[in-house]
């Protein structure tokens, strides 16, 4: 039985690049109508119109996840535009400080990692919970890592802000459940993104090694975007907590 998204309306944070953007097209592929949100509004422009290319219906909007009032905002108009949400992908992230030491970890870059990872998928959680019941129910998907859940992360900041995330959806889980809305915290693995590429470039650049052979090793963010939109439909519903992937 193929997945199908049919009539089904998915807000994606992030998807202007990376598992954001492959999640848009798995999204939009599955036959919904997706919300592309992402502070890089040129990127939203540009997978706003390669989906429409493809024969399939999005709209953009650009949101810093970091402020109160946009996300309800921008929330709010995505559920006047569509007349309804019923899933969120929050994939908007940051990794920096990658290889910093700890005694030189500076602040403004810990804290600009945490409110971008933890506090953005607070806040578009609280503000999303209500239009999700509106509807009757929905998904709340929130992107966390193997960093900072199973192990240690290149980064300080990193790693705290996504074992932060993981911890809010255990949270928000059983809290949610009386109003139909299903939890997850998905943890990719070592996945090609820019954001990961950038990482591995400056690794490769310290240690003398091959970038574009680590690259190699790494997985497709097509994979992720295709689990991340099974979990929206209603195909997934009896799958429950934490979900890893390669």
Not at 89 to 118: K, P
Not at 210 to 222: I, V
């Amino acid at each position: 039985m193929r997945m199908r998204l049919d009539g089904k309306v998915i807000v994606v944070s992030g998807g202007a690049s990376g598992i954001g953007e492959a999640t848009v097209r798995c999204c939009s592929e599955a036959g919904a109508s997706v919300a592309v949100v992402d502070l890089d509004r040129k990127g939203v422009d540009a997978v706003v119109n390669a989906v429409a290319s493809a024969g399939g219906s999005a709209r953009g909007y650009g949101l810093d996840v970091r402020d109160e009032r946009q996300v309800q905002d921008t929330l709010t108009r995505i559920e006047q535009d569509f007349g309804r949400i019923d899933g969120l992908i929050n994939s908007a992230g940051i990794l920096e400080g990658a290889q910093v030491d700890l005694e030189a970890f500076e602040e403004e870059t810990w804290d600009r990692v945490i409110d971008i990872n933890l506090k953005g998928s607070f806040l578009m959680s609280k503000h999303v919970a209500p239009a999700m019941e509106r509807s009757g129910g929905g998904v709340l998907v929130l992107i966390s890592s193997g960093a900072g859940v199973r192990g240690g992360s290149s980064s300080y900041a990193y790693g705290a802000s996504k074992g932060g995330v993981h911890g809010l959806s255990l949270v928000l889980a059983p809290r949610m459940e009386s109003r139909n809305i299903r939890v997850h915290a998905v943890c990719p693995g070592s996945i090609d993104t820019p954001l990961k590429m950038r990482v591995v470039e400056t690794q490769a650049q310290e240690s003398g090694g091959s970038a574009e052979q680590t690259r190699k090793s790494l997985g497709k963010a097509e994979g992720v975007g295709k689990v991340l939109a099974f979990l929206v439909s209603g195909d997934a519903d009896y799958i429950r907590g934490t979900l890893f992937t390669r």
